[in-house]
């Protein structure tokens, strides 16, 4: 009777109810297809199967105690199979614990001799243009992730910052080694520093997590916007302390002249001398007394409400306070990249900690991350048809990533200016597609 029973709980019920419709992701998957893939016993074959069946409702059956403990077994086989990685493309890095230094001298004592007795440069200057936050080096880069990571020495060695070098070692593509100075080799042995011993995962997070101002927060949106393709640098607002340079930068761009030049521009700026503006619309007309030679005159007129022009005021303002303040560039997978001279970014990202601040920031907060960008009008042609693209893109726009609990989430906060929009100057599409009405007697 007890195998009827539970053959019984496996048979499809008859009620419509049972059959709703439920999100795979939220149930406990089969995972027992795993164990008929052919590749963990033979590296030739590299097919994935497809989803296996779903159980539903849990019920105290032995039945389903067996399936979900196979199904549980074959995703652990499937986790613990080993990731393989070709002896030929192996990347190597060694860990600096004290930053970007040259590398040790490989000529004799009387050569020796004759260095120590130059003047010797700065560590910045003798080591070349490598971030000092630095902490790994690649001695034989061969990877295309080297195009938009890393920085390159006077030995042709690439440094790697604490993101780039534990998003490289998570995904597989770095292997660092500890220094002979770590691991108590005597550095005057060998002309080396790579003492040849892996460092596991762990040390790397306990190594890198907290050094040159990299956090949780900040690595989770790294980490997430590289996986997606895009090109993630640092930001010149990246440590607390330092102001946002792009604020300082010369603005490019010059107040538009509102009058033309010529005789239109003399007759506007008579007619503005001889009919001045009234600030008291309480008595007379709204649009005051005057000529209007068109629609345009008489909506000027009525535009009596101040508004904000983000282009007139380029003054630097309060410099951006942490953590809103821009610490990402962050390039799209289309955009030309060049590590000596980057464009300039799609987007500014500014990392925010939800459990820290669990308030929205206010207004003095986003002004002065605002006023950190520079300018950056809506000028593309895509923009200059649709008028709600250009309001959404703003004079100057921020991403603020916000991590809560490493789940992250993106908004988008712009400085728009719809005074500027002038809707009355708007040409309304013609509608192609008229209603015509067919012939009588066919």
């Not at 053959?7 to 939220?26: F, K, T």
């Amino acid at each position: 009777m007890a195998d009827t029973d539970e053959a019984a709980i496996h048979m499809p019920s008859q009620d419509g109810s049972a059959h709703i419709e439920v999100d795979l992701s939220d149930e406990t998957q089969d995972f027992r297809m795993l164990s008929n893939i052919s590749f963990l016993s033979d590296g030739s074959q590299a097919s994935i199967p497809k989803r296996g069946e779903k159980d539903f409702e849990p019920n105290p059956t032995l039945y389903q105690a067996d399936v979900l403990s196979a199904s549980r077994q074959a995703m652990h086989n499937a986790l613990s199979y080993p990731r393989i990685h070709h002896p030929k493309n192996q990347i190597v890095g060694v860990y600096a614990p004290i930053g970007p230094v040259a590398p040790p001298p490989t000529t004799s004592n009387l050569e020796s001799i004759t260095e120590e007795t130059q003047p010797t440069e700065s560590p910045s200057k003798a080591i070349g243009n490598v971030h000092p936050d630095a902490c790994v080096y690649v001695a034989n880069p061969k990877s295309n992730l080297f195009k938009t990571m890393g920085q390159a020495d006077r030995w042709n060695r690439i440094w790697l910052l604490p993101e780039e070098a534990l998003f490289m070692l998570e995904r597989g593509s770095l292997n660092i080694h500890w220094p002979r100075s770590e691991v108590g080799y005597d550095e005057d042995e060998h002309s080396v520093e790579d003492s040849e011993i892996p460092m596991s995962l762990q040390a790397a997070y306990a190594a890198f997590a907290s050094r040159g101002g990299l956090n949780s927060e900040r690595f989770s949106v790294y980490t997430g916007l590289r996986r997606l393709g895009y090109t993630v640098t640092r930001a010149p607002g990246w440590d607390d302390e330092a102001e946002e340079a792009s604020s300082n930068e010369p603005q490019a761009s010059e107040n538009i002249r509102q009058q033309g030049a010529g005789l239109a521009g003399i007759y506007s700026r008579f007619m503005k001398w001889l009919c001045p503006p009234s600030s008291n619309t309480a008595l007379g007309p709204v649009a005051g007394v005057g000529f209007h030679r068109s629609y345009d005159d008489i909506y000027s007129k009525l535009s009596i409400i101040p508004w904000y022009d983000p282009t007139a005021n380029l003054n630097p303002g309060s410099p951006a306070q942490a953590p809103y303040r821009v610490v990402f560039h962050v390039y799209k997978p289309s955009t030309p990249f060049k590590k000596s001279a980057p464009p300039a970014p799609d987007f500014r990202i500014a990392v925010v900690n939800a459990r820290a601040h669990t308030s929205f920031p206010t207004l003095s907060q986003l002004g002065a991350l605002l006023e950190s960008t520079p300018l950056d009008p809506p000028s593309s042609e895509k923009m200059s048809r649709q008028l709600y693209m250009r309001l959404r893109h703003g004079y100057r726009n921020v991403i603020l990533a916000v991590v809560d609990e490493g789940v992250v989430s993106y908004l988008r906060i712009s400085e728009a200016a719809f005074g500027k929009e002038k809707l009355y100057k708007q040409k309304a599409v013609a509608n192609k597609t008229q209603y015509r009405p067919k012939p009588k007697g066919r």
